[in-house]
């Protein structure tokens, strides 16, 4: 059994002080847990707890309420948090408690959820500033607005309710955006799961399976690896469906001379990991298809090396623009001048999304990409994907056929380093060499 990496308590410990020097003392932050979703009677989804009280506790545990007071001097950490119940316990599993959730999370008090009405009150009261993401449970803000107007309304001389508002999002965001060492060893084991699902599927595909057949084999490594489930709905296009951005039926069957496009990434310990390739369902690329492909690897290549630190957030893309509208122009799928060509954005009906988008806790993580409407400049330990395409729809009208239905994309992992950067998807089978090799390694 491989060792796995995690987030140790003195981490979730730091990043809870990074907050709480963010708010200043007369703060206080209040931040409920995800919910369950019912799927219908008797069923729910998978728990999922929401990624900034992960981000903030590590506490995976549903009907749980933390909340951050700087400077308290019986605490500053607190969580409420269901009791132990043996009976609940025998039918839905294991409830940490508010006892064990100080030892075993590292939080300074906690209390049954059960008492929060009657303790947050007195906690709020006093502080000058609420940190709280308003709009986002709507049934939670409400109770938070009771509390504070009960505060307000309160007999006691002198109380004061909190004068300012301030999301709790924006502070939150902008640390997750920055990974830690023991998120980059994390993220690359979410990575390396990814890796060998994508090697196992290149090596299983055939004509005649169903995409979900090949999905099936996807979650099995998945699952082998240690992740639960994918961080996001697997796509798996085999021919004109890779043209469809979101397409998850995946009930197709692949034939013989199509390509398929597979964006599948693992989820491991929250984190995400979110990689595309695309490769012949026979194991060999047509002339056509090879002549796409390197378009959009060349483009993706070169976007990864303007990730480095310095650069900006949309210096990947501009790289990606250019090469894509060279390569169409040279086949001559595009016509006029590049310049012209980028001006007018003819190239978006092959190529219409943008390049990336940061990830870690959620596939499309948070933080800002323009900070005073300029581009973000890249910094040491952000994570973005770097994934170009080329999409010719097979009822795009002008293009001669043997290039229609051909969906191609291309997408990576990559950490922002001291230096340049690490790509965190390394040794997945990317050129047509190397996808070839793969899938031919299958007989042996
Ligand atoms: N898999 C979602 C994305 O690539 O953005
Ligand atoms: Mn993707
Ligand atoms: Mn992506």
Same mark, same amino acid.
């Given at each position: 059994m491989k060792s796995k990496p995690g987030i140790g308590l003195r981490e979730f410990s730091r990043r809870r002080e990074e907050l709480m020097s963010m708010m200043g003392e007369d703060g206080i932050a209040i931040l409920p847990g995800a919910n369950l979703v019912a799927r219908n009677s008797d069923v729910d989804y998978l728990f999922r707890q929401d990624s900034d009280f992960h981000y903030l506790t590590g506490f995976d545990?549903?009907?749980?309420?933390?909340?951050?007071?700087?400077?308290?001097?019986?605490?500053?950490?607190?969580?409420?948090?269901?009791?132990?119940?043996?009976?609940?316990?025998?039918?839905? *599993?294991? %409830?940490? +408690?508010?006892? &064990?959730?100080?030892?075993?999370? #590292?939080?300074?008090?906690? =209390?049954?959820?059960?008492? @929060?009405?009657?303790?947050?009150? *007195?906690? %709020?009261? +006093?502080?000058? &500033?609420?940190?709280?993401?308003? #709009?986002?449970?709507?049934? =939670?803000?409400?109770?938070? @607005?009771?509390?504070?107007?009960?505060?307000?309304?309160?007999?006691?001389?002198?109380?004061?309710?909190?004068?300012?508002?301030?999301?709790?999002?924006?502070?939150?965001?902008?640390?997750?955006?920055f990974k830690s060492k023991q998120e980059v060893e994390v993220m690359k084991f979410a990575a390396a799961i990814t890796g060998d699902a994508h090697r196992r599927i290149m090596r299983e595909a055939e004509p005649g399976m169903y995409e979900y057949e090949l999905e099936a084999e996807l979650n099995h490594a998945f699952l082998r690896g240690g992740a639960r489930s994918p961080a996001y709905p697997s796509i798996f296009g085999s021919g004109n469906n890779a043209n469809i951005l979101h397409y998850i039926e995946n009930d197709d069957v692949m034939k013989s001379g199509e390509l398929v496009l597979v964006d599948a990434g693992a989820e491991y310990q929250c984190y995400a990991a979110d990689v595309t390739r695309t490769f012949p369902v026979n194991g060999k690329f047509s002339k056509a298809q090879k002549e796409i492909y390197n378009i959009v690897?060349?483009?993706?290549?070169?976007?990864?090396?303007?990730?480095?630190?310095?650069?900006?957030?949309?210096q990947p893309h501009e790289a990606v623009v250019r090469i894509i509208c060279q390569g169409l122009l040279d086949l001559n799928l595009l016509e006029g001048t590049l310049d012209t060509i980028i001006e007018n954005e003819t190239y978006k009906k092959f190529y219409m999304h943008r390049t990336g988008h940061w990830l870690g806790l959620d596939v499309h993580d948070v933080g800002e990409y323009r900070i005073d409407e300029e581009w973000r400049v890249f910094e040491p330990g952000m994570v973005t994907t770097i994934e170009p395409g080329i999409y010719i729809s097979q009822d795009l009208a002008g293009v001669p056929s043997r290039y229609r239905g051909i969906g191609i994309r291309i997408e990576d992992n990559v950490l922002v380093t001291k230096t340049g950067h690490e790509v965190l998807t390394s040794g997945i089978p990317k050129t047509i060499e190397e996808i070839e090799k793969t899938m031919a390694s299958k007989a042996a």
């Open positions: 545990e549903q009907e749980a309420v933390f909340v951050l007071i700087p400077g308290r001097e019986h605490g500053e950490a607190l969580l409420f948090c269901r009791e132990r119940d043996p009976e609940q316990e025998q039918w839905h *599993g294991k %409830i940490t +408690g508010p006892e &064990r959730a100080m030892q075993l999370y #590292g939080m300074d008090d906690a =209390f049954p959820i059960s008492d @929060i009405d009657d303790i947050l009150p *007195g906690l %709020i009261e +006093g502080k000058s &500033r609420l940190y709280y993401a308003m #709009g986002h449970q709507q049934e =939670f803000d409400a109770r938070v @607005i009771n509390w504070v107007n009960s505060i307000a309304s309160s007999q006691h001389k002198g109380t004061q309710p909190p004068g300012e508002f301030v999301q709790l999002g924006h502070l939150v965001h902008e640390l997750r955006l690897l060349a483009a993706q290549e070169a976007a990864i090396e303007m990730v480095k630190p310095g650069n900006h957030w949309n």
